[in-house]
């Protein structure tokens, strides 16, 4: 008997942790996200109108790599990741490329949660962990075909994590993780006692 494991989805990862100079960078970035959440008005009031808990620039700001050197530098070498993702992936991008489309912050306070959901309009999708305290929410990926399993057992607890339904990826401070685009996701309940702090991306074809 032969299995073949067909359609693979997979999901890139990546630290910048290994770089020189990773802890004041990762200082620095801290810190530009922590202004923009005291800043912010406009995305204050949209977190707070949308029930996110917490903060987010996602739909308040979209220039941030214009906006502080950290976030350029951030953009810069996330564009390598995003090559070496699409590589992997083969895509063929013809005469196009890979640019990316929107970057923002995310501080999600303790107990609060973003809801599953996909990036439309994009190609890949990712997050750059920075601050990741005891107890932070994972990445819970969903398998892409749960809604087409209809009458499908459940998987048994011990199976291996590449038949599960639900990955739950618990990233350090410096992770990079994409993933294309149509992959449903979500952020479980904070259970640190601080906020989470991450800066979200997109990629579109162009």
Known sequence: MALRPLFATPVYEASLSTGREFENFNAELEAACRMLAAEDKAGQAWSKAHGYGGYTSYASLDDLPRRASVFAELKRKLDRHARAFAEALAFDLGRGRLAMDSLWVNLLKPGAAHSGHIHPHSVI???????????????????????????????????????????????????ILMWESWLRHEAPANAARSERISVSFNYGWR
């Open 125 to 175: 999708s990712g997050t750059v962990y920075v601050r990741v305290p005891p107890g932070a929410s994972p990445l819970k990926i969903e398998d892409p075909r749960l809604p087409l399993m209809m009458a499908a057992p459940p998987k048994r607890a011990d199976a291996p994590e590449a038949q599960q339904s639900f990955v739950y990826l618990r990233p350090q401070p410096g992770t």
